[in-house]
């Protein structure tokens, strides 16, 4: 035996036999078990049950909105630099129509006679969802008041009006977005407002004035 172990020949030999009947024995168990689960099948209790539910969103158009015209009163000439003038820009905004402007109630001053500057209101323009559930809740916001600064002596204020509720307008888009038949709607107003001229202001007079549309 001690001849047997030494020779590594025999050993292998000895090795590769134990090696395949390890190998046989475990391939006739894996069978065995396979026949076993093929005659006893799994069988499910027969209770399932399945509900479902709907998924839902309303998108709704932004607004936008821009200004297609600014207030200006053209050229006035003042019966007195040393008193106070004032003058009124009345507005109209027609369903489909640009909106139109005219000067009334002036006091102590008057048009110059040569004056070549249109006089204008700014129009505002603004899009919408116009779906039921939406399309009413507009909220538009117009500075009151507005200061005039530049040219000679103390700045002039505008004491604005408006002519909302806003209708129609005749655009085709506004500011990249376009209307779309019962869901996006375009709308237009404009602003005018008083002009109140402080004594010794004289000279170009400017300033900026904010409107803000929002969904409420």
């Given amino acids: 035996m001690t001849g047997c172990a030494s020779n590594p020949n025999i050993v292998r030999k000895i090795k590769y036999f134990s090696d395949v009947r390890f190998k046989g024995a475990n391939m006739r168990s894996l069978i065995t078990l396979a026949l076993v689960a093929a005659a006893f099948p799994v069988f499910a209790d ?6 479902s539910a709907k998924a839902k969103v309303h998108i709704v158009a932004p607004v936008k909105v821009m200004a297609t015209g600014e207030i200006n009163f053209g050229q006035i000439v003042v019966d ?33 006679a040569k004056n070549n500057v249109a006089v204008t209101a700014a129009e505002f323009h603004f899009s919408q969802d116009v779906q039921t559930t939406v399309g009413a809740q507009v909220k538009i916001t117009i500075d009151p ?13 505008l004491i604005t009006n408006n ?26 107003f404009g602003v005018g407002g008083t002009l109140n001229i402080p004594a010794g ?16």
């Fill in 145 to 157: 008041e507005v200061t005039l600064a530049g040219g000679h002596g103390p700045a002039v204020k």
């Fill in 46 to 51: 027969g209770n399932s049950d399945t509900a």
């Fill in 201 to 216: 202001a004289l000279g170009k007079k400017e300033g900026t004035l904010n409107v803000k549309v929002e969904y409420m």
């Fill in 80 to 112: 007195d630099v040393t008193q106070d003038a004032s003058v009124k820009m009345v507005t109209n905004s027609a369903p489909g129509m640009y909106t139109t402007a005219s000067l009334t109630d002036w006091n102590k001053c008057a048009p110059y």
């Fill in 163 to 188: 002519d909302l509720p806003a209708d129609t307008c005749m655009l085709a888009t506004i500011d990249g977005q376009t209307a779309i038949a019962g869901y996006v709607g375009f709308k237009h």
